[in-house]
């Protein structure tokens, strides 16, 4: 949702960066204010999920120009560790499976050291797992899924639900959802979006990557890019994503380019 | 060369002594087993690099000293021993340098299992000759193995596990090896004979109250008949000093399963060879390891699972934790014979390096001669994963914390695998410590 009163969370500026010298991003700029729903779009290969793992500070990815400032910061003074407890949030597309250890281990620790970065108070064992539990109905997931490995044979969609249940626990003030759509059965993709509605509020914002229209019917967009070869090329409202739906993604780069000429 | 096989036989002499003064067994079969492993023995040479089946592992630290057969009984106090001992065990039977301790032995939560048969093996010899014979050195082989040799020459006492027809046995057997002296060879013999349709625990663990040089030389026979279910768990957490030989032969029957998790944390140089032999058609086995080793340790586990018959079912998982300057091998090979159609087997080989000066060996060995199987095997060696870094760090984990949790977690999963809680406790407390950074 657009405010009247919000704050700039995340500025970006010409950003570029590279994967083993191959340049992917060629100068973003996008602003997110707080409320809004952005949603980033394009083909395979076009560098939104880069884009996405270069905010959450992912090593393979060098910066090689622009800027990010992040609540006012730079965000690129921070590791990645601090900028999830500043409040930046990344749900993977391919979350990672670490067996032996439990989920519910790992939840409580990754939720009490953003707790003790905020000055907050940190959750025993116990506290914590009736805190959890509580969140967990907000996606659906069955609690068994704390006593797992985290993510361990997990089904896709409960690896997704994992992952909003991480983001409802840590309590971002920017999300960045990457592909959280893929691989979703209809009934984990209206829960898992059915969760993070009910996580957006007029202080935080939401990033998401996707390359299908489908996500946007469940979490309304307040504006859409298209990216292309590391730019975005086109920025509209939702109307925009089923435009995109029905006439796909050539003639978005086919009006760029004639735009470009004149 | 020829000096090598001078010295070889020599020391094996000089291990053999002793071996006579053993009390001989009023069954003729079981003296003939020992003569003739007597006599193999004094004919088979200590392994040397040389050797394909020991090219990574060098034992002649072990050769160079000199081992006495146990002469003096240890005086080892229940307080001593009590702390390693399993709240959850049924029954336990405890060996102290290699010598059957009945005043530590015992059975804490009793048995109401009928016929259950738990003890150690002179006695026992007795009164189930009938039962023990069909199985007792059927199964690990000594003709080319110096070490199944020795400890057969010396068979006399071990531990006697016979679980009936049917008998499920709901709470684990312990058997407990402590070490108390310096410069000894023992040579513990374990029989556990599962009866069809019955199904047990086992914990064979071998501890140790000192730090400094002995060896043990451990055997153990498993014989799983239709339907029978045997849960293995071993624990080595012998001296560092030390030096750990262990031989185990299993062999399943039709539709039986075996599980084995077996965790060696100890030992200056150890070597564990576990052969499985899917024996009859639809026999399933489950063989996990890890290895956590430090300093200048070497662990070396070889284990050939063979599929005889048709229908069986093999997964492997083992794994080594490789800290300072020490070296773990794994040697997996998988046998499918012509008549093993149908065989499903899986074997994964992860490696984790702490340290430069750290090392590991790993060689799957695969020799399949059925043409309807399914087989994979993966290997991998290599430090932590860095997306498994970074997702943690992308959650407000600090790079430390990150890698310890990893760390810890790649051992923990195959410690996960045990049943028993305060085992699994204690054991995921020693991962903890020993790969824990600051």
């Known amino acids: 949702m657009i405010y009247q009163d919000s704050k700039t969370l995340l500025e970006v500026r010409g950003l570029r960066a590279t994967v083993n010298g191959i340049e992917i991003l060629k100068g973003i700029d996008l602003t997110v204010r707080s409320g809004e729903i952005h949603a980033i779009m394009g083909t395979n290969g076009s560098g939104k999920s880069t884009l996405a793992k270069v905010l959450a500070g992912h090593n393979a990815y060098k910066v090689t120009g622009g800027s990010v400032t992040f609540e ?4 690129f003074d921070l590791e990645p560790e601090e900028r999830a407890r500043a ?12 067996p032996g250890v439990a989920n519910s281990h790992f939840l409580r620790l990754a939720y009490n ?17 009736d805190f959890v539990r509580e969140k967990m109905k907000l996606l659906e997931m069955n609690p068994d899924f704390l006593d797992r490995g985290v ?15 991480q983001m409802a626990l840590l309590e971002p003030r920017l999300a960045i959802l990457d592909e959280t759509d893929s691989g979703l059965d209809i009934d984990a993709l209206k829960s898992v979006t059915n969760g993070v509605n009910q996580l957006t509020n007029k202080d935080n914002a939401t990033i998401l990557v996707t390359h299908y229209q489908r996500l946007l019917n469940y979490i309304v967009p307040d504006y859409v890019h298209v990216m292309e070869s590391g730019r975005i090329i086109k920025t509209g409202g939702k109307e925009l994503a089923l435009e995109l739906e029905t006439r796909g993604y050539d003639w978005v780069s086919v009006e760029q380019r004639t735009a470009a000429r004149v | 060369m020829s000096l090598s096989m001078v010295t070889g036989s020599s020391y094996l002499e000089s291990l053999l002594q002793g071996q006579p003064q053993l009390p001989s067994s009023p069954l003729a079969w079981l003296n003939q087993l020992r003569a003739d492993a007597v006599e193999r023995a004094s004919t088979l040479k200590v392994p040397t690099t040389r050797d394909e089946e020991w090219r990574f592992t060098d034992i002649s630290p072990l050769s160079n000293l000199s081992f006495q057969p146990v002469r003096a009984e240890s005086s080892l106090s229940i307080a001593d021993a009590e702390k390693f001992y399993l709240e959850e065990a049924a029954i336990r039977l405890v060996f102290v340098d290699g010598v059957y301790a009945p005043q530590l032995s015992g059975q804490p939560h009793g048995t109401k299992d009928v016929g259950l048969v738990v003890t150690n093996l002179s006695e026992a010899v007795a009164a189930h000759a009938a039962a023990i014979e069909p199985h007792l050195g059927r199964y690990a082989g000594f003709q080319d193995n110096v070490f199944a040799a020795l400890n057969t020459a010396f068979l006399h006492d071990g531990a006697l596990i016979l679980v009936p027809r049917s008998v499920v046995v709901e709470k684990p057997v312990h058997l407990l090896f402590i070490a108390t002296q310096k410069e000894v060879a023992s040579h513990p013999r374990c029989l556990l004979i599962a009866e069809s349709g019955s199904a047990v625990t086992i914990v064979e663990d071998y501890v140790s109250l000192q730090e400094d040089a002995y060896v043990t030389n451990a055997v153990t026979e498993i014989a799983l008949a239709d339907n029978a279910q045997v849960d293995h768990i071993r624990v080595q957490r012998d001296s560092n000093e030390a030096f750990h030989i262990a031989n185990c032969a299993v062999s399943l029957a039709h539709a039986s399963r075996y599980r084995s998790v077996s965790v060696a944390l100890g030992a200056r140089i150890s070597r564990y060879n576990l052969n ?19 300093g200048r340790q070497l662990a070396d586990t070889h284990t050939c699972i063979d599929h005889a018959k048709p229908h069986g079912t093999s997964t492997q998982s083992h794994k080594c934790i490789v800290d300072g300057a020490a070296h773990a091998v794994f040697n997996g090979k998988i046998v499918v014979r012509p008549d093993a159609q149908r065989t499903d087997s899986s074997q994964s080989s992860r490696n984790l390096l702490l340290n430069a000066k750290a090392r590991v060996d790993t060689k799957p060995q695969l020799e399949i001669f059925a043409d309807d199987v399914k087989c994979a095997h993966g290997a991998t060696v290599g430090q932590l994963d860095n997306e498994e870094v970074f997702y943690l760090k992308s959650r407000g984990l600090s790079e430390i914390t990150a890698r310890n949790l990893l760390t810890y977690a790649f051992g923990a999963e195959i410690i996960d695998r045990i049943s028993i809680a305060s085992l699994k406790h204690r054991l995921e407390q020693t991962v903890l410590e020993q790969t824990q950074r600051n």
Do not use: H, M, W
Request: proline fraction near 3%; hydrophobic fraction near 40%.
């Open chain 1, 72 to 75: 006012g910061g730079n965000l």
């Open chain 1, 87 to 98: 409040g930046l949030f990344l749900a993977f597309q391919y979350p990672i499976e670490i």
């Open chain 1, 113 to 129: 050291t953003v707790q003790a970065q905020r000055g907050k108070e940190e959750l025993d064992p116990l506290e914590f797992e």
């Open chain 1, 151 to 165: 993510n361990e044979g997990f089904s896709g969609g409960e690896k997704k639900r994992n992952e909003i249940l």
């Open chain 2, 276 to 294: 499985t032999l899917l024996a009859a058609e639809g026999a399933e086995c489950a063989i996990d390891g890890l290895a956590l080793i430090t």
